[in-house]
């Protein structure tokens, strides 16, 4: 069963750093695409970036290019999202999903997703 | 690139049909066949209900069904059950910038 697991929930202050993770199991970890996908409290979906484990190459959508560094541990089937300095405005739910087929013009869609990280910043 | 356009909310009585459109632009929903829509229940992660515009994942019920004309992808859900009650989002591949743009999510009501 393929499974995506995530981190537990974070609550830290403005300016401090955080790295949360997304271990997968029951599949090739290094053959498939791992996405972010942020969601702000009640609000929708935004795809931040995307992860190749097999050699770590990685896109980033230009919404978040240079916000958050995107890493992954082939040798602990471990994708990471990271920030350095968070701001109130980084706090939301972040999930990991899976490409099934990368995501390019022949495919893109998540077929499975982890349960979520909360993050929460705040003075 | 902006979101994707979805009514916020629809609603409907069980067994009943109902359609929710997704409106995007000629660099994305236009361009390429690979609309997909997620079902969110409140507290849950996403879950893959279609791809490639019209393809069923395994386990996921034929009462779902996709469609493409134009800009324009559509889901339509037949035979409404209360369990349908969540939110539903579109999403579409939209080239090698941008990647992925996702639509503003629509609550479905099953009254």
């Known amino acids: 069963e393929v499974q995506l697991v995530q981190s537990g929930a974070e609550v830290k202050k403005p300016g401090e750093s955080l790295k949360i993770s997304c271990k997968g199991s029951?599949?090739?970890?290094?053959?498939?695409?791992i996405a972010w996908v942020r969601q702000m409290p009640g609000k929708g979906l935004d795809w931040m970036g995307i992860?190749?484990?097999?050699?770590?190459?990685?896109r980033y959508s230009p919404s978040f290019q240079g916000q958050v560094t995107i890493s992954a541990d082939k040798s602990i089937s471990t994708a990471y999202l990271q920030w350095s300095n968070l701001k109130a405005s980084d706090t939301a739910m972040y999930y990991c999903?899976?490409?099934?087929?990368?995501?390019?013009?022949?495919?893109?869609?998540?077929?499975?997703w982890g349960q979520g990280t909360l993050v929460t910043v705040s003075s | 690139q902006s979101a994707l356009t979805q009514p916020a909310s629809v609603s409907g009585s069980p067994g009943q049909s109902i359609t929710i459109s997704c409106t995007g632009t000629?660099?994305?929903?236009?361009?390429?066949?690979?609309v997909s829509w997620y079902e969110q229940h409140p507290g849950k992660a996403p879950k893959l209900m279609i791809y490639?515009?019209?393809k069923r994942p395994s386990g996921v019920s034929n009462r779902f069904s996709g469609s493409k004309s134009g800009n324009t992808a559509s889901l339509t859900i037949s035979g409404l059950q209360a369990e349908d009650e969540a939110d539903y989002y579109c999403?579409?591949?939209?080239?090698?910038?941008?990647?992925?743009?996702f639509g503003g999510g629509t609550k479905l009501t099953v009254l």
């Open positions: 992860i190749y484990p097999g050699d770590s190459d990685t």
């Open positions: 029951g599949y090739s970890f290094t053959d498939y695409w």
């Open positions: 999903a899976r490409h099934v087929r990368g995501c390019s013009s022949t495919s893109c869609h998540l077929d499975h």
């Open positions: 000629s660099s994305d929903v236009g361009n390429y066949n690979l």
């Open positions: 490639e515009g019209s």
């Open positions: 999403c579409s591949y939209a080239g090698s910038s941008t990647f992925v743009i």
